[in-house]
């Protein structure tokens, strides 16, 4: 089995992030242009309760933007922990403690805050695309009703 070199393990992480930050970035701008698509063909129309899975929808796609927020926030949060347990682990700490007892410590804390961090990046991310499934399955709902009512009426 082949054991990945320290420049390989950087170049892996590197393209792991870029890949899920683009993923983010590409579901916020899924829901932003749903957002704006919706507003945009419902100027000046009156709402009945069919539009209630429209009005769901657009919930749905709020929240999804809001948690993808979230997400990019709590990735760059663990960033910076990852970033200072790399910095106490070679003894270069703007407050590197000096004693090992407190050194370990450190090290124990900020790893502790890294998985915190990045347990709250994984629960957001989660959000963000469970949010947006929500809202594109009540546009359709809602487009089926619209559809129903309109072949109803002919």
């Given at each position: 089995?082949?054991?990945?070199?320290?420049?390989?393990?950087?170049?892996?992480?590197?393209?792991?992030?870029?890949?899920?930050?683009?993923?983010?970035?590409?579901?916020?701008?899924?829901?932003?242009?749903?957002?704006?698509f919706?507003?945009?063909?419902?100027?000046g129309?009156?709402?009945t309760?069919?539009?209630?899975?429209?009005?769901?929808s657009?919930?749905f796609?709020?929240l999804?933007?809001?948690?993808?927020?979230k997400?990019?926030?709590?990735?760059?949060?663990?960033?910076?922990?990852?970033?200072?347990?790399?910095?106490l682990?070679?003894?270069?700490?703007?407050?590197q403690?000096?004693?090992?007892?407190?050194?370990?410590?450190?090290?124990?804390?900020?790893?502790?805050?890294?998985?915190?961090?990045?347990?709250?990046?994984?629960k957001?991310?989660?959000?963000?695309?469970?949010?947006?499934?929500g809202?594109a399955l009540?546009?359709?709902i809602?487009?089926?009703?619209?559809v129903?009512f309109f072949t109803?009426?002919?």
């Amino acid at each position: 089995m082949h054991q990945l070199s320290d420049p390989e393990l950087l170049e892996l992480y590197k393209q792991h992030r870029t890949g899920q930050d683009k993923y983010a970035y590409f579901l916020l701008a899924i829901v932003a242009s749903a957002i704006a698509f919706t507003v945009n063909k419902t100027i000046g129309l009156k709402v009945t309760y069919a539009d209630i899975p429209l009005g769901l929808s657009v919930i749905f796609w709020g929240l999804s933007f809001y948690f993808g927020c979230k997400y990019l926030e709590w990735c760059q949060t663990a960033t910076f922990s990852n970033f200072n347990l790399l910095q106490l682990k070679k003894g270069v700490h703007p407050q590197q403690p000096l004693h090992p007892l407190e050194i370990e410590a450190a090290i124990n804390g900020v790893t502790s805050a890294l998985e915190s961090n990045s347990s709250n990046a994984g629960k957001y991310n989660s959000f963000q695309f469970k949010c947006a499934i929500g809202g594109a399955l009540m546009f359709l709902i809602w487009h089926a009703i619209k559809v129903y009512f309109f072949t109803v009426t002919i």
